[in-house]
Antibody
Framework: EVQLVQSGAEVKKPGESLRISCKGSGYSFTSYWISWVRQMPGKGLEWMGRIDPSDSYTNYSPSFQGHVTISADKSISTAYLQWSSLKASDTAMYYC??????????????????WGQGTLVTVSS | QSVLTQPPSVSGAPGQRVTISCTGSSSNIGAGYDVHWYQQLPGTAPKLLIYGNSNRPSGVPDRFSGSKSGTSASLAITGLQAEDEADYYCQSYDSSLSGPYVVFGGGTKLTVL
C-alpha cells in the first residue's frame, strides 16, 4: 500500500527555522517525484515545488522560489520542506504528494495520485 | 488569484447532476495540457478524482466524469449524494514564464441541499 506519512504539527515563532518531512512507503521512492502543496486557512491549494528523489533536482513555483527549500534523502525515502526564517504568513497546512509524470501520446501529464495527511504549521509570536 | 478559474460554489439536490467548470489560458489548458481533478472532504487531504481529463482512478465511482475542450474543462457529478459535499479543485500544467509548473484552480465548494 502506497503511503506518504508526514511529520506532526509545529508551532513556531517568527524568524525561527523549520523542516518538515514526508516519508514514502509501499513503492519505489526514486521512481516518482514528490511535490509540496500549501493550503492557507480557508483557502485553496497552491503548488510550491517538486523534487526528483533520484537526483534531488528541484523546481519551484515562482511564488515560492527563494522562500523555501525542498530536499530529499533517498536512503530513507523521505522528502523535506524547509524554511530558514518563518513569517506569520507561513501559517498553513502543508501537504506532500506523489507527483506522477506520465506520457500519453504527445501529451505529458503531471498530477498527484497519493497525498500525505498534511502538516499544520502555525507561526505566531 | 488562481491561474485556473473555478466558480466559488455550486449546489444541487440529492440525485441531481452538477457541473464544475475550470477555465485556463493558452499557456496551460489551451496549450493542450491535461486537466486533473481532486476532491477534498472537510478536514482531510485532497484525493485524486479524475486524471488525464477524463480518467477515473480505481475506486472512484462512475458518477464522476471529466471533459476538456479548448481552454476549459468540466467535472460532472451525477446522482448527487450527501457524501459528495466537498471542495473540488482542478489542476493542470503551465509552460509560461520560468515554468513548467503546476497550477490549481481556486476550488469550488459543492453543497448538497
Amino acid at each position: 500500500e502506497v503511503q506518504l506519512v508526514q511529520s506532526g504539527a509545529e508551532v513556531k515563532k517568527p524568524g525561527e527555522s523549520l523542516r518538515i518531512s514526508c516519508k514514502g512507503s509501499g513503492y519505489s521512492f526514486t521512481s516518482y517525484w514528490i511535490s509540496w502543496v500549501r493550503q492557507m486557512p480557508g483557502k485553496g491549494l497552491e503548488w510550491m515545488g517538486r523534487i526528483d528523489p533520484s537526483d534531488s533536482y528541484t523546481n519551484y513555483s515562482p511564488s515560492f522560489q527563494g522562500h523555501v527549500t525542498i530536499s530529499a534523502d533517498k536512503s530513507i525515502s523521505t522528502a523535506y520542506l524547509q524554511w530558514s526564517s518563518l513569517k506569520a504568513s507561513d501559517t498553513a497546512m502543508y501537504y506532500c504528494a506523489r507527483h506522477v509524470v506520465a506520457v500519453a501520446g504527445t501529451r505529458e501529464l503531471w498530477y498527484f495520485d497519493y497525498w500525505g495527511q498534511g502538516t499544520l504549521v502555525t507561526v505566531s509570536s | 488569484q488562481s491561474v485556473l478559474t473555478q466558480p466559488p460554489s455550486v449546489s444541487g439536490a440529492p440525485g441531481q447532476r452538477v457541473t464544475i467548470s475550470c477555465t485556463g489560458s493558452s499557456s496551460n489548458i489551451g496549450a493542450g495540457y491535461d486537466v486533473h481533478w481532486y476532491q477534498q472532504l472537510p478536514g482531510t487531504a485532497p484525493k485524486l478524482l479524475i486524471y488525464g481529463n477524463s480518467n477515473r482512478p480505481s475506486g472512484v465511482p462512475d458518477r464522476f466524469s471529466g471533459s476538456k475542450s479548448g481552454t476549459s474543462a468540466s467535472l460532472a457529478i451525477t446522482g448527487l449524494q450527501a457524501e459528495d459535499e466537498a471542495d473540488y479543485y482542478c489542476q493542470s500544467y503551465d509552460s509560461s514564464l520560468s515554468g513548467p509548473y503546476v497550477v490549481f484552480g481556486g476550488g469550488t465548494k459543492l453543497t448538497v441541499l
